[in-house]
């Protein structure tokens, strides 16, 4: 779920792709609020800024959305108290663009001629302005500039009946990425796009069913993991069980990669596979790829880290912590005056001089966005006294924007699509610097390589190549798309 | 503007009706938003749990909505400057019902297919659950039990192009009573109910036009009273000037009574006959219909000080403040502990007891609502050692709910539904008790009498007859409609 | 109690002298914080800024002190857990200087090596300075600025063995004005300083004794009067009652009469006269001393109410409402912008226009401190239509500093010191101006006249006839002392 | 610096023993607030629950107290603009006993008869108790139970003049553990005790001289290192440079070995020897002592990490993170119901079950206090499928508590006070259990071994020979005390 409005990068945040949403639902349970903010708290890292849950008690929905940390506004006894109910489904959100506050915060609710219906959204799509200019037209009022509004209405304003028959109906008119939770009076419902880009998975908790984006999700309230929901799939949950139907016809796996190189906690599973697990070969293949004679390899962390085990591993090098990260910087650390801001990103790390001073060391990042921590990072390591200091990504370079729900700069703003590696190794500073090739980041994942022809993972950030069309994104001459991909729906 | 949902009494607060909101709004004046924040810090009166400001710029709306007072959350310039623009409207607004919080606050803004639109209203629509039920059929999704919502959507549906026509559509649809002041991106438009139930005036601050509930929201800014808008009357001010249009056929004027007796502030004006003056005469009308022997006249402050002074000056009595009120009692007292809750009233109030010791008073308040508070302050003039209290009542027995945006109790909560005057004095504990006749109160509002065939105001809440059908009750028996109101329509 | 730094006078606030505390204490009762804070909420016009409890449950002192008023911060059932016992203090504070915040907000709390002692003080120590000095250079050290800290350590050094012996020499070495209320772990203490400038008054509660600042402060928790704590006077409460001690030797009384003036509460009584009837005797001599041919008599509201109601009275004038008061005008108000700033008056008050238009007004105010507001009343007035504006002041001319406990500006910001009552009539922009005389203010107390030699009341802020030596002040010359005030020592 | 009062474990709070405090000081740098904000910024780790600041400006001293991270108080450029001057000293603390809050926060600032005088302090005074009785009955009063007021009365009585004299003398009547930073209107004053149990570093930014706990809090404000201050030294700062004193007579170095273990930031420096390298080289010690056949090593996060890589690669061991550690986890995370507080330990790490699967693993963690958290996360292990359990503890047992200002259960409640190393083993679940030695942890330190006559460091938490007499303790016998300790003195 994204707003239409392109989020100015926030140059105070450390410089990677944000993940902008994780979802989470638990029906039959006791406590269900106090569950979904649990599992709400496990997915924070997939959105910072705010977080709702939205319950139902079996005659009314209750609704809390609070800016901030889950920890810090779903914990308190009195809160989870005004979320009474069996079943409630819960939101963490990446960005509040601007004024819009608290508005724009999930889940968002809405009485139609059916009922109550309530929707936690991860993804984006990509034609919702298309579609909100025709809902206008036929009536539709809109309080948010949020995509998943857009959804409400398409409910809503169906032709159909049925609730289940409403949201098939809607979901088979949007374009993009989506991972739905959805409660009415009745139901509990989790939805996935025909590409499954963004994750879902399914729980059971002593009987209990749960819906969320990650596996860590569940291991939080000692839930057992069920299996994933799959793309085009939708399951209905009520008292009488869960029953899935593939309402969207032709459907094809196109999971996002970047799930794998950093979004996704790294004790996350995901088709079977560990996110650490991918993290340590995507290291492995790097080391192998891009191997380079040095004394000692230094993750960027937190995110580096795995990568970075895992090179020095295949390498045969020692792993060293090399930067000390300050876990204590939150949101709200603001330089208190300009003439010190320059040292920005020492608020967040310092430089292990005993372990860099007199050493050629392998830098481990998972990605480059904008450069701009890269370089500091780098200086960092040159003034505690590193002697060759070699960068070492864990991703292939990124050179286009998503459209599917990651906060990205726009292209031009993203170092690889302004650079050649060569500019970029002079601009950041190092003595070399290689990146992940696309084919071993596959290799990473369990492919034997990328088939070009129907990629097994949507990669559009490093290829370009976007697995749907982008209706709203029409006028820009500089989006390719894959004809292929229209047919894949 | 008013929530479908009945208000729970809170007996925290003072046992009088509430007026529900107070509108405002300013179309092509520096500062609007400032200026808006002054107008209803005058209007506080109207409604003191929450207010908000909607402003636009020339290309964008801004909204700010808070719980609490003007003074406490519209004042700050960090505030101010996020609500740009040379025009503004908003809102005070009395209750928040239930956990619905901010969602309810006012102004509403919403995106529709013309652009956005910004409403802010005082009264209650009558029919706006039917209509509501009507919306949602057809697609319409709402986000607030509100009525003005309803509004909205009315606008968003309409066939009608223009935003004007699709507001006369609207309020065509409607029944019940409303004072709305709405902006969009071109224009700030004002409009009253066919029967002008609640008030509406229009103001000029050198150039720019002024919309308010009352004229002490002109008076704060230093504004020029220019007229009230009329009933049925709606009014576009755009950079041309203001256009005044009556799209709603045969109109009568039912100005609701009690804003004399009790909503409005003193010193504004309705009519050319200030509200001050209006109180005394009806003080002086009590004393006429229902003088008493008695050493001295004691105002229930600070609601039933004019006319007690009224009524001191016909009956040739002194006049005295035998009860103090304390101003720092804040919504937010809560009584520390149960044991001491039977105290209530002596946070607000306390006897003057050198005025009253052995004195025969006579007391005036304004209304009895559940007659809770008449009975404390009673005892508490008795324990002050008033020898006799008689107590007049500047209105005459409310017997009926307001369905026209004020807070009452239920009619079965009221006490002069339940109880004769006789029981009323027993209850009370008065030595005697007279209301205000209608026609007095009639007559202190400047007619001969009332009209009982078309009555001048609304008296509703005394006499039982509505002023219109009251569609969404029309379950409840106990709702008598005069026939003759559909005509007025 | 008062800081030795002299208070910025806050333009933001009405022009008028501030009284700067409070006290309450509360012996031998359940509950006894929640007495604390309902007789400070009764006490809150002595002081709006701040308020603190100390209450000891036998074992251990609680204390806790907020800024802002006592129904935000001393009504949840939670702060009233926090403080458990039998006994408590309090205290309401109107003035926090500078960054200074929390840290002079009272009650004191010390260990000393008698145990804990806590305390409350009204009024304010002339020698504070001179004492502090003293007592650092023996090795205290001070946390505060506020002369109350003094007290706590002459009372930690005396020589002394029993509180009540520290406490008596401590209160023998300082000068000035005090009213306090302390708290030991055995006993509840009460004292006065030898002139008893300021209250202090005890009550009884179903056996619980209470001592406080007023008699208001009685009624709201239900409390009897007992009698006033005399000048002079000590009381020391324990479980086995009250024993009164008179140490100081020779005392005299010399009450502050601007408690009858302005500070109290009209509902409170001081030596068996009500506060209330003596502002009606102030207004009624005024109409004497100073009648005027005129059509209504107008309160400037709320303090000149009383006044105003005895002038009319007595002039044989209608009394009313002419000036408006908004009471939702909080301490947060903030002007919002520089280019309405000027409006600053409106926002608290609002000519009546129908009753002061065409007509000749008498304006009953309670005293003229700077002027600033008078002149913006005035000019309130005559745009509002009076055609004349007569200006009756219900006190003499305050020409004089207070330094005992009353916020004053300093001397030369005086309008009475500055200039002869011919310019402020020019001043202020009235038809004539007239102060009641110091014989006018001695008679409506009930004395026949002003003993000159030995008035019978500190009247110096008007006479600038101090009744005690101002040794902090020593260096001023425009400090005259009346040598007989050392004697009455 | 320290309360008396024993803190109550928070067993929310994870079971580790934690540092109470961190200082910083900076003189003759413009923007001195600001400087020690970073500072305080950098040792967070040695204080989380309040911060404080103190900056004098040529006239005066202003402080800014305030309870949570440095980060969310102490970085808004209208907080810093409150702290002008160019010194200023600052404090991070760890525990704010009971009600007390604010009041004990520091700096402490004092006015005695030398003028202003701030403190703060990190360690704990073994004899404030006594001395604070002796102060009193000279009559001192205190306003905190915090021994850090104890040394401001200690300067305050002192019979000296010259503020040096004073506190010269001061610390000589103290016992225990100290390292001050101290500012007057004249000087920045640093001192440790004579054993030097807590560290305090010097460091120099570009002429401004700089005190601090660690050197990590001068790589954040990139400033050189320039020695640490020795113990028993007190170095005075003004503007004529640094002069330094050794006014305690005879002293030793008994620096705390726990600031290696666990206290300090990895990439801090003592006596030349980073903590990260002592860390890996105990991790590589403990291998050496309890090697294990195994699968892989695994970090207790974050605080283990180091010494596990240490262990690995002397071991020969992958390491791998099988514990993920959620970092979102504020103070602030209240379980929200009874019935899910039992999951506890999941709201802060997570099995990351692809590593521990099948695994026998050995699980490093600095050390063990209560062993509540191992026994969670050794069966958090077992349930991610680990076939075998070692858990190895980067430290001897800690058997006493600490009375040196490290927050520290009472012995009874010391997991290794309490039980055998078999009993433990069995009591968290573990196939085999084993601390380091303690030549061990001499080793790492680079010692040849502990000299058991005059050991090296203060290691009275493993051994329980406490370096100084504990004379507040007397009463308890089961303290044992070196009688050479005080021959150190």
Do not use: W
């Amino acid at each position: 779920m994204d707003d239409f409005t392109m989020h100015p990068f926030d140059a105070g945040e450390d410089d990677r792709f944000h993940e902008e949403c994780g979802v989470f639902g638990v029906y039959g349970a006791q406590n269900a609020a106090a569950l979904a903010a649990l599992g709400l708290h496990a997915l924070q890292h997939r959105g910072q800024e705010a977080a709702g849950i939205c319950s139902f008690d079996g005659r009314q929905f209750y609704t809390e959305r609070h800016i901030g940390l889950v920890g810090d506004n779903f914990t308190k006894p009195s809160v989870i108290a005004r979320l009474p109910g069996d079943r409630a489904i819960g939101h963490t959100r990446y960005s509040t663009t601007g004024g819009s506050g608290i508005r724009n915060v999930q889940p968002l609710f809405a009485q139609y001629t059916g009922g109550g219906f309530a929707i936690a959204h991860n993804g984006n799509l990509t034609n919702a302005m298309t579609l909100q200019k025709e809902l206008q037209r036929r009536g539709s009022i809109f309080q948010s500039t949020s995509d998943t509004e857009t959804i409400l209405h398409l409910v809503a304003t169906s032709p159909k009946v049925a609730l289940v028959d409403r949201l098939v109906d809607a979901m088979s008119r949007v374009e993009g990425a989506y991972s739905l939770v959805c409660i009415s009076n009745k139901k509990m419902i989790g939805c996935r796009d025909p590409l499954g880009i963004r994750p879902l998975i399914l729980g059971d908790l002593e009987g209990a069913l749960v819906l969320a984006s990650e596996t860590c999700a569940l291991d939080i309230i000692g839930a057992r993991f069920v299996r994933e929901i799959e793309p085009g799939e939708m399951v209905i949950i009520t008292d009488d069980g869960i029953e899935s139907i593939k309402p969207f016809g032709r459907t094809a796996s196109r999971f996002c990669i970047f799930e794998y190189v950093y979004f996704a906690r790294p004790d996350s599973v995901f088709s079977g596979t560990s996110v650490y697990e991918v993290r340590k070969r995507i290291g492995a293949e790097l080391a192998r790829e891009s191997g380079v004679t040095a004394d000692i390899v230094i993750p960027v962390p937190d995110s580096g880290t795995p990568a970075a085990i895992g090179f020095a591993e295949a390498a045969g090098l020692p792993f060293d912590l090399g930067i000390i990260r300050n876990h204590y910087v939150g949101r709200t650390f603001i330089e208190p005056t300009d003439s010190i801001r320059h040292m920005g990103v020492k608020l967040k790390h310092n430089a292990n001089r005993s372990v860099i001073q007199g050493k050629r060391i392998v830098l481990v990042d998972d990605s480059i966005v904008r450069g701009t921590t890269s370089v500091k990072i780098v200086q960092m390591m040159r003034d505690a006294g590193a002697t060759e200091v070699h960068m070492r990504i864990a991703s292939p370079p990124t050179r286009d924007s998503c459209f599917y729900g990651v906060d990205t700069p726009e292209k031009g703003k993203l170092l690889a699509s302004r650079m050649s590696i060569q500019e970029m190794t002079s601009y950041i500073g190092v003595d070399s610097l290689a990146f992940l090739s696309i084919d071993g980041l596959y290799r990473a994942v369990g492919q034997a390589k990328r088939d070009n022809l129907v990629p097994q993972y949507c990669d559009a950030c490093f290829t370009g190549e976007y697995p749907t069309v982008l209706t709203d994104q029409a006028g820009e001459p500089s989006v390719r798309q894959l004809t292929l991909l229209a047919e894949a729906r």
